[in-house]
């Protein structure tokens, strides 16, 4: 095999959803909903491969189909309170994953350094090697408050010690908020600090906000390409999938300035070239009208994080009744918990010396009592696994019947 995939052959999502499905476990697991997406997207995806005309099931524009790029620039353009460039602003791609992969691959030159902020979306350490990247890690650190931080606001940089990675090496920075796995939603101020050392360093942000309209108790998501100075630094990356909750759509972008920008669509252009067509009308549609209904009651980006503020309340209250530790999210899909108050007998474990403790918890808990999470070490370079061993990663967008099923069994579990 080629050098550049060395030592990449494992991977979370298909090692533990598969041992999820195995098992035929209750899977708060990988993130993804287990309910249909809106009536309205839905619809616009029928209409799209339905009629007579051939020209929604060929190849599109390679850079984004023209309905979609169009109604992007216009909704984040209203957003973003700048204009937009439909053509040279944005490159839509096969899910948020080619978003980050064309980015990274266009950016990142060999010997490059990448800061990730740890706890980190996992790909974007494999995508950092394989452009030949080094990456360089800056961990959240739970505030030292009395007692234990109950919210992802509490886990924060610490702004010396994010300076201090930024060396003439450094090429970018990755964000993501709201983060999976912890939830965390950065306010203004803390973007500002990331803001000024890319600025001082001249070095890119590269914002993963796949999350962007999934957050709770008035949280603001803010977006760093706004902060004065950050728009020619920044490539934000999206997702229909998640915006929609049609997460096998695969349908995501990147925007950023044209000189950022033009190199991610040569990357795209010489591999996926461009993303399913009718998937992209279905998705033009979906912005179309919620652009229509902006700031209204009937607004699905208003709607649905209300409904799943419920269910992240639901899922910590069952946690917190079988003395769990849930960190409660400001934003995303996820809740992490601290697990060492849970009695796990774990000896059966064959490769027990070798895994952190919450992979081997995780995989015991699949097996033994059918509930699927994801280990939270998982989220943390080979360096820092050992440091946060004792949390799991609950996905609570899930039906209310799928967490009546898991608080069942963590009722049960003595
Ligand atoms: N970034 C983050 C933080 C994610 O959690 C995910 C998974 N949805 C992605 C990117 C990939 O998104 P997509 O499914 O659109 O490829
Ligand atoms: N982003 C989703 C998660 O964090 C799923 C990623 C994947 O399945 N590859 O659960």
Not at 248 to 258: S, T
Request: hydrophobic share 40%.
């Amino acid at each position: 095999h080629a050098r550049r995939i060395e030592g990449m052959e494992k991977n979370i999502w298909l090692e533990f959803t598969q041992l999820a499905a195995d098992c035929k476990a209750v899977n708060l697991g990988q993130g993804f909903p287990d309910f249909s997406p809106p009536d309205f997207v839905k619809k616009a995806f029928v209409q799209a491969t339905e009629g007579e005309d051939f020209i929604l099931h060929q190849y599109t524009r390679a850079f984004g189909h023209p309905a979609l790029v169009k109604i992007l620039s216009r909704f984040f353009g209203k957003i973003m309170g700048r204009q937009i460039d439909p053509l040279g602003n944005i490159l839509v791609t096969v899910g948020a994953y080619e978003a980050l992969f064309c980015t990274f691959q266009a950016l990142v030159d060999e010997g490059d350094e990448v800061i990730l902020i740890e706890p980190f979306f996992d790909c974007y350490e494999p995508m950092v090697k394989m452009a030949g990247g080094h990456a360089v890690y800056v961990p959240l650190r739970p505030k030292a408050a009395q007692g234990a931080a109950l919210s992802s606001s509490d886990w924060v940089l610490d702004p010396e010690e994010l300076a201090s990675k930024f060396t003439k090496h450094t090429k970018a920075i990755v964000l993501n908020t709201p983060n999976n796995p912890l939830g965390k939603v950065y306010k203004r101020e803390e973007l500002q600090v990331i803001a000024d050392l890319c600025v001082k360093h001249g070095a890119l942000c590269i914002s993963d906000e796949v999350y962007e309209w999934h957050v709770y108790d008035g949280a603001e998501h803010v977006k760093i390409a706004t902060l004065p100075g950050m728009w020619e630094h920044t490539i934000t990356i999206g997702s229909a999938g998640k915006t929609f909750s049609a997460t096998g759509w695969k349908v995501g972008w990147a925007m950023g300035p044209d000189h950022l920008l033009k190199h991610a669509q040569t990357v795209h252009q010489n591999c996926v070239y461009h993303c399913a067509t009718a998937a992209q009308e279905a998705v033009a549609h979906g912005f179309q009208r919620e652009l229509d209904y902006f700031g209204k009651p009937e607004s699905y980006f208003l709607q649905f994080p209300r409904q799943l503020q419920q269910k992240r309340s639901r899922l910590a209250q069952s946690l917190l009744a079988v003395g769990m530790q849930p960190i409660m999210p400001e934003g995303g899909y996820f809740l992490i918990a601290d697990i060492s108050t849970l009695k796990a007998d774990l000896q059966d474990s064959s490769d027990a010396n070798q895994e952190p403790y919450d992979y081997r918890f995780v995989k015991w808990m699949i097996k033994n009592k059918g509930l699927a999470t994801i280990p939270v070490s998982a989220f943390y370079s080979a360096e820092h696994k050992k440091d946060f061993e004792n949390y799991v990663r609950f996905c609570f967008v899930k039906e209310d019947s799928t967490l009546c099923a898991a608080e069942k069994i963590l009722k049960e579990w003595s």
